[in-house]
């Protein structure tokens, strides 16, 4: 039954987010062409030291429907090792909504389904996790051009479950 109301909470979740935008797609001339409004950006991280290594690549598109809102997509896959000690691989996708309210302002809800498989000693044994991690961001972020910095919170994080370290996230987002 717990599966179940997660289910039925995603597909809420899923129509809160896209339903008040989908009367703008309707609104589009039909004469324009849909990839002039389609951008692309992601992120890329590396981050290694003694016996460690973390890489991260995250593509994704959003299709600008007006100057103020865009809906997009994006995929997320992460490798950790740490020697002798931790491995995980994280792979999965978000959907998010991006409004701009004023030039400079960007305000964002993004809904975030990653599967981990984490494998690490502890206490002598080796453990294994395998499960989903949700997250739930919004955020708002000062944006120049192509590109916007600010601050996301997940409404979703579990201090056990989350592949990340804090409820509370900086961001930089790029799109061309």
Known sequence: MHTFSIIIKKI???FIIFYPCSNLL???QSNSDFWDHVR???GIGLSFGD???SGTL???AIYEINN???LGVGLNGTYNTQKDFYKSTILGGSIITLFNPADAIQLSAEFEELHVNR?????YNLADDVYWSPALFIGAGYRSGNVTFGIRYDLLYDEDKSVYANAWAPFLRFYF
């Not at 494998?119 to 206490?123: N, T």
């Open 12 to 14: 809420a979740l899923f």
């Open 26 to 28: 309707n609104a589009q």
């Open 40 to 42: 692309f950006g992601g």
């Open 51 to 53: 016996g460690f290594f």
């Open 58 to 60: 995250a593509p994704s």
């Open 68 to 70: 103020q809102v865009a």
């Open 119 to 123: 494998k690490y000693e502890s206490f």
